[in-house]
């Protein structure tokens, strides 16, 4: 909801301002194992999709539908997409996160590696090299100690917004929220 809010407010100031966006990593549940941990069976008294979310989803195009079975441990997620970055910079990156989101909250596939790797090939990536990344394990180091400063440094939940390298908010505000934000930081020294 948060991408889709920061895409509308960047579309309503194109005109004024050049955006590039880039995802960092954030471990929500640091100890989370690799495999994750099973969710509760949805039922109608307990949903895993509560109604707030269903609508805020909906409200911006996005389907909530909470098909997968298992809460996620995002390390792998997080690793393909700093090679992503590094080797095809930012707007594939950009496309490769809203696969991820696609495939988990919508299409309720875990971000396992071949979950990963099929993703990426559906962006133009190579699913192979996707694999071969992962399996590596090159990025996990960087990429964990990269989470745990955000977290060292205040940041406890996402998304979490950075403008021009300076923290603007968390949660999924209003695209007026954004526009407003980039404003000031247009004339911030």
Partial sequence: VGKRKLESAMKQSAADYDFTVQWHPFLLRPDMPREGTPKAPATPDNPRVGARLKQAGSSVGIDFTGKCDRAPNTLWGHCLLQH?????????????????????????????????AAL???VGLDADEARA?????????????EATGYSR????????FIVNGKPVFSGAQDSSAFVSAFKQLATDP
């Fill in 120 to 122: 990426a090939a559906r």
């Fill in 84 to 116: 992503v970055l590094e080797t095809k910079g930012a707007g594939a990156q950009n496309e490769l996160q809203e696969a991820i989101f696609r495939g988990y909250f919508t299409d309720g596939l875990y971000p396992d590696v071949d979950n990963l």
């Fill in 133 to 145: 990344v992962l399996h590596s394990g090159q990025y996990e180091e960087a990429v964990t100690k």
């Fill in 153 to 160: 440094g205040g940041v406890s939940g996402v998304p979490y």
